[in-house]
């Protein structure tokens, strides 16, 4: 099969995520694991296994194809047609939940409410109300809350009682969730859920979000026109944001609000209920105090735990707050320029090794993952009384669970596409889990290095076939460059395979990672406070000439640049600000007017508009658009919701006023996830094509 399939194997494997293991479960006495993998690498169906340690046999629990198929002959058309888009689609069983013994996993499938009994494997849809959405039992396993129509319900395990628990209300019930996260908690913060059980399964902690004072944005579909528009609330920047508020919350409905200065601390990061009680971290709207607070159940007081101040703002850091089983508060502190976990207030890891994110406790044991070295992320822990200890060994990205001394441990490295699991006992041999993962069709030639006196984290990709004293090749920039992603890591990424894969069509292909982007530290990180594309590009063309001095063969009179989302806005600068080194662009989702994304990201980096509109206006694509002087491709899809289409549309108004010659590719039905559409592959074609065009490369034969 030629190489140029590739972007068909992408597609066909979601980025060669198929068929891997995922979404772990351990059981209280960590004798078995629950998770969720496809049959094949190119099955988009997950199905819910067990694994039991003892025998080291796996067991299918949930095949959702036998679910869903066993009861087609009772569906309507219209219900049968929406079922094969959903598997089209890929979903399968997209995340479970247990109770605390492990022996009830409840999910979501096809928009209905289903259970297994994980020991049995019999399971059972239960009469809830639909569409049902982040189903969750209590720890006792005796009730199920779910969401659905904007309430928070529950129904008992049995299938009886299902019942409102909140609903929307007032004057604005029509813009009141509860139990979902507002816009900015999901894209922003890293809060994708909003409720959460009490231990003993008789209360449960609950968010209320009132979004009507959120601005109300529109998408529409140019290629339905009979369709409406759909309306959604959108935080932009300098704009309100939603009202969130936290509810103790009974089985019999009523409620007690939780009690903090709402005015001053307007975001809320995190929440939870441990066998401590029920806590919440909150946030100023500058983002520069985070306190974290512990709710008396009784009343709903709130006192606070522990407090952070930046100059600059509070990193939110995955996996925090979260207390240990004898009650130490877990939290980090950035000094002598490295983030650093600690316990009790007190680190408990060196300098210089990067705090990346909490995984989770097991007693008195942490499990985190950090950095020594940024392209690499690994598995730690950490106990009172051996301290701090890295688990993996082998260079890459890993990651953990752990529960009653069993660790899952996955790993994410160059020799392998996709993730590989294995799990350890104390004194037992580690035991692989099984993947189904396929194998690319491209190998990575690809050259790590630090570069330049920033030591700049790079990877070079060249063509498998291109040999020493073959003709230069052009220069392709492959970055995501800004904080909210890292591609310069020791791992066979989907990323990096189209890399690989343009430079398989004659391109040196660079990726680097500079300005803001995490695993330096927090003073690298805070580099881009008022200027987020500035000291990322100077970056990228710091690293292209530190590598073109060691690579004689990259061609400096070819250069182009390509990306998407944040790194979309930093290809058209780039040949707005230094056409003199890059000669041509591929711009993707680009955020032209940094006003227009939203509230909680943007305000971060830039503070609001009306503060520091001068920030906002130096970074502004629409602005810079009469500097244009060399070839610029605009993509957008058209049903993009997080950035939206606006953003390409005004840019190329501006373009054209100012006599700019570009072209521009809608992408209708496509949402911000390009990546993730089944046009992905004619997406590269074209813009493939587009280089070739204007960097004058001749078409590699197969």
Known sequence: MPTTSLPHQLTRTRGFTLGAAEHFAVAPDGASVLFLRSRAG????SCLWALDLETERERLLVDPAELLGGAAEQLSEEERTRRERSRQLGGGIIGFSTDAAGRLAVFALSGNLWTVDTGSGAARRLPAEGPVVDPRPDPTGRRIAYLSGGALRVIASDGTGDRALAAPDGPTAADVTFGA????????????????WAPDGERLLVARVDNSDVLLWHLTDPANPAKPPRTMRYPAAGSANAEVTLWLTELDGTRREAH?????YEYVPAA?????????SVQTRDQRTVQVLAIDPADGATTPLAEQHDTHWVHLLPGLPARTASGALLGFVDEADTRRLTVAGRPVTEPGVELRAVLGTDGETVLFTASEEPTEVHLWSYHPEHGARQLSEQPGVHSGVLRAGTLV???????HAGSRTTVRRPGRAALPVASHVATPLLELRAEFAAVGPRELRTVLFLPSWHRSGDAPLPVLLDPYGGPGFQKVLVQQSGHALVSQWFAEQGFAV?????????????AWEREIHGDVMRPVLDDQVTALHEVAA??????LGRVAIRGWSFSGGLAALAVMWRPDVIHA???GAPVSEQGLYDSHWRERYLGTPEEHPEWYDACSLVLEAPKLARPLLLIHGLADDNVFVANTLRLSSALLAAGRPHEVLPLSGVTHAGAGSPLFPQLLGHQLEFLRRHLALEPQQP
Do not use: C, N, Q
Request: hydrophobic content about 35%; cysteine-free; aromatic content about 10%.
């Open 550 to 555: 060691r690579h004689p063969e990259l061609d």
């Open 409 to 415: 441990h996955t790993a994410r490295t160059l020799a």
């Open 42 to 45: 190119d099955d988009p169906i």
């Open 510 to 522: 660079l990726v680097t990672d500079g300005a803001g982007v995490r695993g330096r530290g927090p």
């Open 585 to 587: 662009a591929v711009s």
């Open 260 to 264: 903090w200065d709402r005015k001053t």
């Open 272 to 280: 939870g209920w441990d066998a401590h009680g029920p806590f919440a």
């Open 181 to 196: 996260p507002e816009h900015v908690a999901a894209e922003s913060m890293g809060r994708y859920r909003g409720y959460w």
